[in-house]
């Protein structure tokens, strides 16, 4: 089935230390979206990438970037994490034409949960 | 600022009643109000949309409702099923020329009992 991949499940990582959650995704779908949720809160959404375009939301901290080498992979890097960056990390595709009207459907995975010690 | 609410963290039905699931916006210029579902461990999937022009969208059991002069919306679900316990998002969309924002409320946990 196609799908949308989210490696490792569970990451841990200290203090300071920078890390990297993966997204891989069968869809073949053009635009590819991280979003940040935080216990009890909305997905909030981090960037996207339109096919190789890199868009930053205006209030994502510069401690957070994302590269997406090909239309399947995208990476999203956290340089320097605190003790506020622990989330569930959420990948999201979808496919955008450059016109009409309708609801493009995301595709989520199931998420990366982040704890920082 | 919070666009999209959902005032009610958690709910509880019997099966084969009426769950309604409540939702209030503060932008007047979000296209589209979806409701995406989720089940622990995996992540949200899409559920139901209605177009900010409709004022009511049905799916099999689902019916979303929509009030723009309130800037409210609910999520109707009948009968209600075991299977629909889950934790259900609202989410409001604006189009962009690339892509697709969607700002998501924080969520109503449902739990429907046999």
Known sequence: ?117 | DQQVKQNSPSLSVQEGRISILNCDYTNSMFDYFLWYKKYPAEGPTFLISISSIKDKNEDGRFTVFLNKSAKHLSLHIVPSQPGDSAVYFCAALRKKTSYDKVIFGPGTSLSVIP
């Open chain 1, 1 to 117: 089935d196609a799908m949308v991949i989210q490696n490792p499940r569970y990451q841990v990582t200290q203090f300071g230390k920078p890390v990297t959650l993966s997204c891989s995704q069968t869809l073949n779908h053009n635009v590819m979206y991280w979003y940040q949720q935080k216990s009890s809160q909305a997905p909030k959404l981090l960037f996207h990438y339109y096919d190789k375009d890199f868009n930053n939301e205006a209030d994502t901290p510069d401690n957070f970037q994302s590269r997406r080498p090909n239309t399947s992979f995208c990476f999203l890097d956290i340089r320097s994490p605190g003790l506020g960056d622990a989330a569930m990390y959420l990948c999201a595709t979808s496919r955008v034409p450059a016109w009409g009207p309708r609801v493009n459907e995301q595709y989520f995975g199931p998420g990366t949960r982040l704890t920082v010690t």
